[in-house]
């Protein structure tokens, strides 16, 4: 069986003008950049700090929505109303969720 594909990637390609390697290498950063953000969400649920939550998860989201990462930037969104509504009940859940796909997303950047 064939692993999910974690971006809607004729989307993604087509804001790129079809330019594959610069996809990645936005996906890259991405990555790199969501990794440094999800212990700083961990930190701040554990703070109970709602604002540093919605904050932090709406950069996730707004970069996720950028790239056509769809799952990651509806969870992202999930989260970011969560804090807004400084109710972060269920919110470690949503970080699990959002690591799992990030492991998605770099195992399926290995084949681009």
Same mark, same amino acid.
């Given at each position: 069986?064939?692993?999910?594909?974690? !971006?809607?990637? +004729?989307? $993604?390609?087509?804001? =790129?003008?079809?330019?594959?390697?610069?996809? #990645?290498?936005?996906?890259?950063?991405?990555?790199?950049?969501?990794?440094?953000?999800?212990?700083?969400?961990?930190?701040?649920?554990?703070?109970?700090?709602?604002?540093?939550?919605?904050?932090?998860?709406?950069? !996730?989201?707004? +970069?996720? $929505?950028?790239?056509? =990462?769809?799952?990651?930037?509806?969870?992202? #969104?999930?989260?970011?109303?969560?804090?807004?509504?400084?109710?972060?009940?269920?919110?470690?859940?949503?970080?699990?969720?959002?690591?799992?796909?990030?492991?998605?997303?770099?195992?399926y950047m290995?084949?681009?």
């Amino acid at each position: 069986m064939a692993e999910r594909v974690p !971006i809607n990637e +004729a989307l $993604a390609l087509e804001q =790129v003008d079809g330019d594959r390697d610069f996809l #990645k290498e936005m996906l890259q950063e991405f990555v790199q950049l969501t990794s440094e953000q999800l212990p700083q969400l961990v930190e701040a649920i554990a703070a109970g700090n709602s604002d540093e939550v919605r904050s932090l998860a709406h950069s !996730i989201k707004g +970069a996720a $929505a950028n790239l056509c =990462v769809e799952k990651m930037a509806a969870d992202a #969104k999930t989260l970011e109303y969560m804090g807004r509504d400084h109710n972060l009940q269920g919110a470690d859940e949503l970080v699990a969720a959002l690591r799992k796909e990030m492991a998605v997303l770099t195992s399926y950047m290995a084949g681009l």
